[in-house]
C-alpha cells in the first residue's frame, strides 16, 4: 500500500483490512493489485469479505448494490442521525452488528444467568456486571446506541426474574417486578451502568 497506492488510507486489524477510495474505478484497480499481490505470496483474499462497498450518504447519493459491511462488530452503513446545526440527515456511521448483538445476548442468557442468583444482593449484581456492560455501551454505543438499547432491555427483563425470584412478595407477579425494578432504577440511576442510557429520559419498563 505505502509502495503502490500511497493516497489511499487504510486501517488493518488482524487480517481484517479496509481501503478507503475515492471512486469505484479507483477501488477495481486496488482490488486487482491485492489479488495479484496476494498470489505471489500464496495467499488468497476472503472470497466473501473482500467486496466494493459504497458509502452512501447526503452527500453521496449514486446507485450501488452494497451499501454496508461488517468491521470489528460494528455494522457500517447509512442511516438518519442528528445533525449539528439541528434536524436530521444520512451518514455512513457504525452500529453494532447483528452477530455482535447475538454474542452479547447468548453471554446475558448462557454465562450470566441472572434470574438464576437469588443468593446475590442488587448490588452484588451491578459489582459483578457494570464492567461488561459499561464496556458494551463504550464500544458499540459511541457513535449509534439506539441497535444497542434492545439488547439492553434484556439485562432488564432478567433482573426483573431475578426480582421474582429472590423476594416472596415479587414471586410470580412479572409487572410488579418490573415496576419494582422501575422505581430503583429512577431513584438510583446510576447502580447499573445502562440505566442512565435506558431511564435518563423518562423511558419506562416497558419499551423494549
Known sequence: MCRNFPDIPFERYADDAICHCRSERQAMALQEALEARFTDCGLTLHPEKTKIVYCKDESRRGPHPLYKFDFLGNT????????????????FSPAASSTALKAIRGTILRRWSLHLRSDKALDDL??????????????????CPS???????SIERYLARWASGKYKSLRGHKRRS????????QRQSRRFAHWPLLHGHGRTMGAG
Open 76 to 91: 457500517f452503513r447509512p442511516g438518519l442521525v442528528s445533525k449539528r446545526a439541528g434536524g436530521m440527515g444520512v451518514a
Open 126 to 143: 451491578a459489582r459483578m456486571f457494570n464492567s461488561h456492560i459499561r464496556g458494551w455501551i463504550n464500544y458499540y454505543g459511541r457513535f
Open 178 to 185: 418490573r415496576h419494582w425494578l422501575l422505581r430503583i432504577a
Open 147 to 153: 441497535p444497542l438499547q434492545p439488547t439492553l432491555w
